[in-house]
């Protein structure tokens, strides 16, 4: 019999049953939740007779629990990020690897993005503290900013980028500028932006938005020397990955009050607690992870996992597969370019 593990999601299938009702008719489906740190050989035998997993943000699965485990078949992440499998370990075990599309949630976490970066601009929580916490007369000095004609940069203009760059330009008519080394100006242009440096970006914006994936390239792209190029002031969106800003830099950079806000969806190190020194900054919004929790963008989610898996189990190549090059060398669902 097929199994199908959902491996620390606490969110697939939890709002739309009749998913899961879908995969049971082919599989049978159970939920593990595993320590975020757990890897490895532990991760293999953990994992031992499941064919499908579902995969969260958590845990890592790395070339030694492929080399222990040989009963998956496909590890579908339930999110864009890929960033916890090792690809080539992946494809050198004939493992297929899928990610949900990015068009799936593109507009909510772009929603959300613009939503953390209006908190900022008229310092939405801080108001709403104040009111709750009786200084109403707080008013007059909670002053924000027009967002009309001010320039904002999109880093990364892949699908949520680019509808962010779509909102702020066309829905605010602010200035867009774009970094993003695979883009053409002309595709830039398409949706709104201004292809520049990096350096340029970070120099002329009021408001920072990230949306890259995280890589070897893009750990911590946000460090020290990144955020002294920055506006005094500046407001930085992080909904894609926390590990894109370097924290310790971030938090000297508030501490000397060169960043104005700073609104994330996403933190290094996640889950955090309440204890966490960026929230002991009254500048700072931290959302848990929600940037995908809206019932269109969790329903597409889900889908397009249930979409994959069900592809591997007719003999399709699956939708969302990141390492195509698995076709080439054989998969373990016996699956090809043919």
Same mark, same amino acid.
């Given at each position: 019999m097929r199994r199908i593990a959902i491996v620390n999601s606490r969110t697939f299938g939890v709002r739309f049953p009749d998913l899961i009702d879908r995969l049971k008719e082919y599989a049978e489906v159970e939920k593990i939740f595993v320590d975020r740190g757990l890897r490895g050989k532990a991760l293999a035998?953990?994992? *031992? /007779?499941?064919?499908?997993?579902v995969a969260s943000v958590t845990p890592y699965y790395d070339r030694e629990f492929f080399e222990n485990n040989s009963d998956v078949v496909l590890i579908a992440r339930h999110g864009i990020g890929v960033d916890n499998v090792d690809l080539e370990a992946a494809t050198e075990h004939g493992v297929l690897v899928t990610r949900v599309p990015g068009y799936r949630e593109r507009d909510a976490v772009a929603e959300l993005a613009v939503a953390l970066a209006l908190s900022a601009v008229r310092m939405v929580c801080n108001a709403s503290k104040a009111v709750r916490e009786g200084r109403w007369g707080d008013r007059s000095r909670i002053v924000g900013f027009n967002i009309r004609g001010k320039t904002v940069g999109i880093i990364g203009l892949g699908n949520i980028g680019s509808r962010v760059a779509e909102i702020f330009s066309r829905g605010f008519n602010a200035k867009v500028l774009t970094y993003d080394p695979y883009i053409s100006p002309e595709k830039a242009r398409e949706h709104g932006a201004e292809l520049v440096s990096l350096e340029e970006l970070l120099r002329e914006s009021h408001i920072i938005s990230l949306h890259v994936p995280l890589t070897p390239e893009t750990y911590h792209m946000i460090g020290d020397k990144e955020l002294q190029l920055m506006r005094d002031g500046v407001i930085i969106v992080n909904t894609a990955r926390g590990e894109l800003v370097d924290t310790n830099a971030l938090i000297k950079a508030l501490k000397a009050g060169k960043v104005g806000y700073a609104v994330f969806d996403v933190v290094e190190g996640e889950p955090i607690g309440a204890d966490h020194p960026l929230l002991k900054f009254e500048n700072v919004i931290v959302t848990p992870h929600i940037g995908a929790n809206t019932?269109? /963008?969790? *329903? /597409?989610?889900?889908?397009?996992?249930?979409?994959?898996?069900?592809d591997v189990i007719n003999g399709k190549t699956p939708v969302g597969l990141v390492n195509t090059e698995v076709l080439d060398k054989g998969t373990r669902a016996g699956l090809s370019k043919n």
């Amino acid at each position: 019999m097929r199994r199908i593990a959902i491996v620390n999601s606490r969110t697939f299938g939890v709002r739309f049953p009749d998913l899961i009702d879908r995969l049971k008719e082919y599989a049978e489906v159970e939920k593990i939740f595993v320590d975020r740190g757990l890897r490895g050989k532990a991760l293999a035998e953990k994992l *031992r /007779g499941i064919h499908f997993i579902v995969a969260s943000v958590t845990p890592y699965y790395d070339r030694e629990f492929f080399e222990n485990n040989s009963d998956v078949v496909l590890i579908a992440r339930h999110g864009i990020g890929v960033d916890n499998v090792d690809l080539e370990a992946a494809t050198e075990h004939g493992v297929l690897v899928t990610r949900v599309p990015g068009y799936r949630e593109r507009d909510a976490v772009a929603e959300l993005a613009v939503a953390l970066a209006l908190s900022a601009v008229r310092m939405v929580c801080n108001a709403s503290k104040a009111v709750r916490e009786g200084r109403w007369g707080d008013r007059s000095r909670i002053v924000g900013f027009n967002i009309r004609g001010k320039t904002v940069g999109i880093i990364g203009l892949g699908n949520i980028g680019s509808r962010v760059a779509e909102i702020f330009s066309r829905g605010f008519n602010a200035k867009v500028l774009t970094y993003d080394p695979y883009i053409s100006p002309e595709k830039a242009r398409e949706h709104g932006a201004e292809l520049v440096s990096l350096e340029e970006l970070l120099r002329e914006s009021h408001i920072i938005s990230l949306h890259v994936p995280l890589t070897p390239e893009t750990y911590h792209m946000i460090g020290d020397k990144e955020l002294q190029l920055m506006r005094d002031g500046v407001i930085i969106v992080n909904t894609a990955r926390g590990e894109l800003v370097d924290t310790n830099a971030l938090i000297k950079a508030l501490k000397a009050g060169k960043v104005g806000y700073a609104v994330f969806d996403v933190v290094e190190g996640e889950p955090i607690g309440a204890d966490h020194p960026l929230l002991k900054f009254e500048n700072v919004i931290v959302t848990p992870h929600i940037g995908a929790n809206t019932i269109e /963008g969790l *329903r /597409g989610m889900d889908e397009s996992v249930v979409e994959a898996i069900l592809d591997v189990i007719n003999g399709k190549t699956p939708v969302g597969l990141v390492n195509t090059e698995v076709l080439d060398k054989g998969t373990r669902a016996g699956l090809s370019k043919n």
